[in-house]
């Protein structure tokens, strides 16, 4: 059984028993790319993406974590979205790129889109989103930081490095990859990635998480479940 495959059964089995409508947007390459919404009347939404690199496990299979213990009924007025694996193809094999050998998260803020990444372009298109998360982790890191885009200082994203506190050390470099950063936060770099694309568009809050990839997988997805936790009170609260 391959990666994929063996993740769509515990995806589906979740689902199931939790009577969550699960929703194929699309495929690249015979693969299917999937969608889950809770609350879907609510007007404050907030979109969850993950696995768009292939060797970062950790956020699609925080998005099973999330739906076996989330109850969308404690906020019904925030709408949630999740695509749980953004590039089938990319972690089906445990790889960074997409079987085309594309990195996708540089390339959302292109005039066309095509393949995954107009797939979950589209399937935004017409939603008014308050918040978009991307799950990602650095598999070569022991500690946390985080890409967030902001027009003004915004308090949320010095929480969320607060709550990583309790589980991982803080990446507090001057510099994270040549990119200036402050206290493992680094502001507002245009990388072309889907959280930059969704701050462009207008989205008042986009960032992309960085769990360590070098840390145990469980405590990465216990994190992760907190962020999401947070991020949804913090966008109910608005």
């Keep these: 059984m391959n990666d994929y495959t063996n993740y769509l059964k515990k995806l589906k089995s979740v689902c199931n028993k939790r009577k969550i409508l699960l929703v194929e947007i699309g495929q690249i390459n015979n693969l299917p790319i999937y ?36 109850n969308p009924q404690n906020y019904l007025d925030v709408k949630i979205i999740l695509f749980p694996v953004a590039s089938p193809t ?38 008014k989103v308050f918040f978009f998360h991307a799950l990602h982790e650095d598999v070569d890191e022991y500690s946390f930081y985080l890409y967030n885009f902001e027009n003004k200082k915004e308090k949320i994203y010095c929480d969320i490095i607060q709550l990583a506190k309790n589980h991982f050390p803080i990446n507090n470099s001057i510099q994270i990859y040549n990119n200036p950063a ?18 462009q568009d207008g989205v008042p809050f986009s960032m ?16 992760n479940v907190e962020i999401m936790n947070k991020i949804i009170d913090f966008t109910s609260r608005q």
Excluded at 43 to 61: M, N, Q, R, T
Aim: aromatic share 12%; with cysteine.
């Design 35 to 70: 969608k889950v919404t809770l609350n879907p009347l609510a007007s404050k939404v907030v979109v969850f993406s993950a696995g768009i690199h292939g060797d970062e496990i950790a956020g699609p299979w925080t998005i099973i974590d999330f739906l076996k213990q989330f």
């Design 90 to 127: 990319a972690f089906d094999k445990k790889k960074r790129y997409s079987y085309l050998g594309k990195d996708l998260n540089r390339l959302f803020c292109r005039k066309k889109l095509s393949s995954e990444n107009r797939i979950l372009f589209q399937n935004l298109k017409y939603e």
């Design 182 to 199: 402050v206290k493992g936060l680094i502001i507002n770099r245009p990388d072309g990635s889907f959280e930059d694309r969704m701050f």
């Design 208 to 223: 992309c998480t960085e769990t360590p990839g070098k840390q145990p997988l469980k405590k990465r997805v216990i994190l």
